[in-house]
């Protein structure tokens, strides 16, 4: 897939870093990868950073919103550097690599945060597998002819792995969730709603292909992205910080 991004690149002249010389929406969206660059490096420092300044059981979440960001930060660098080379060229293959690495990631917050133990791993097995059976189905269908049988087969397999995810946050998870410290549930509710509102924008966006709305299509990526990656680590932290000020108030 890279190799191909080489090909087109070498056949279609680069994006101008001069706002003026690109179509309005492509200068858009270029500079919205360089954003979500920084925004993502930004926040991969940041949660690692606050790392030792948080209780030593939840130190595993942060340096897991501190990965998130940082693999997240790296391929959109890459991606940056695919569509400015290549004229404008979606580097797809590069987007659905970063969500198969960094989506798993953001769900494994879930028994992280909750400490289960080994009660844990069952949860933690089910919402990997599914999320990658997602974004597996999800790049088949994004590869497929559009409107085709299996561009609508694979993009509706995808989702009902989304929506059995999104169950398994409200359903299985939901006692340990309501049993957790205050601090500690109120982020894990602002969470699910990061996957359950937040995530939405990502099959809306891939319907918009079958409008034409491309570039559309990946301005709205690239701003759910840093919003929902960046904003679901903050909330684990928050979350956390909240639970210490109340251990020491009560201390």
Not at 82 to 106: C, E, H, K, N
Not at 140 to 167: M, R
Request: with cysteine.
């Amino acid at each position: 897939m890279i190799a191909l991004f080489a090909n087109v690149a070498g056949t279609l002249a680069a994006l101008s870093y001069d706002w003026s010389q690109n179509a309005p929406l492509q200068s858009v969206t270029l500079y919205l990868f360089f954003a979500g660059t920084v925004a993502m490096g930004a926040g991969a420092a940041y949660f690692l950073l606050m790392r030792n300044n948080v209780d030593v059981a939840y130190r595993s979440t942060m340096v897991c919103a501190g990965l998130v960001c940082g693999i997240a930060c790296f391929h959109y660098f890459k991606m940056t550097h695919v569509y400015q080379d290549s004229g404008g060229q979606f580097p797809t293959a590069l987007r659905y690599i970063d969500w198969l690495f960094t989506t798993p990631l953001m769900l494994i917050k879930f028994p992280l945060l909750l400490r289960l133990g080994d009660k844990g791993k069952k949860f933690f097995v089910q919402l990997v597998t599914l999320d990658i059976g997602m974004i597996v189905c999800a790049f088949i269908a994004e590869t497929s002819p559009v409107a085709s049988n299996e561009w609508w087969g694979f993009f509706l397999v995808a989702c009902v792995l989304e929506l059995l995810i999104v169950a398994t946050l409200y359903t299985g998870l939901g006692s340990a969730i309501k049993a957790a410290p205050a601090p500690i549930a109120k982020a894990l509710d602002t969470m699910r709603l990061f996957i359950l509102i937040g995530w939405a924008i990502y099959p809306i966006g891939f319907l918009m292909a079958y409008g034409g709305l491309g570039e559309v299509r990946e301005i709205f990526y690239n701003v759910a992205d840093v919003i929902n990656k960046v904003g679901f680590g903050l909330a684990a932290y928050w979350g956390i910080e909240a639970l210490s000020h109340s251990s020491k108030q009560t201390a």
